[in-house]
């Protein structure tokens, strides 16, 4: 599973003792966040066995809309987008990068990606926009 790792210093380093390395670090925290497409196979082979195999297979399988808008708003901030209606585009296409095989509520990615920009999903969105604005 891919994890992308942020790593943040501390503020002020002048109060922590020199380093004995050169390559040696002093960090306030450290977070640590899965990358686009393991949260897409965290939702795809919840509740588990996660498959095992060597070499190119690709990941198949079935995800409600709703859990590709939470994704996308949990990777709103990190995708840099402008509004939830991008990052939901932008998941979609992480999808077809994960396995084209993959479906959304039984649709094919790319035409869950044109009723995205058709709007037929605006509903959904708009509340799980309430729900973060809440929170």
């Known amino acids: 599973m891919s994890v992308r790792v942020h790593l943040h210093f501390q503020k002020n380093p002048t109060i922590c003792p020199p380093a004995p390395l050169p390559w040696t670090l002093t960090l306030d925290h450290i977070e640590v966040e899965p990358t686009l497409g393991g949260m897409l196979k965290m939702a795809l082979y919840y509740p588990g066995p996660y498959p095992y195999w060597k070499g190119g297979r690709r990941h198949h399988g079935d995800l409600p809309m709703k859990v590709?808008?939470?994704?996308?708003?949990?990777?709103?901030?990190?995708?840099?987008?402008?509004?939830?209606?991008?990052?939901?585009?932008?998941?979609?296409?992480?999808?077809?990068?994960?396995?084209?095989?993959?479906?959304?509520?039984?649709?094919?990615?790319?035409e869950a990606q044109e009723l995205v920009k058709q709007g037929h999903f605006d509903s959904m969105i708009k509340e799980v926009e309430t729900e973060i604005k809440a929170t």
Do not use: F, W, Y
């Open 68 to 110: 590709i808008v939470e994704i996308a708003a949990i990777s709103m901030a990190r995708n840099h987008s402008e509004t939830l209606k991008a990052s939901v585009q932008q998941v979609l296409g992480a999808c077809l990068g994960v396995g084209e095989e993959i479906t959304i509520d039984k649709i094919p990615i790319k």
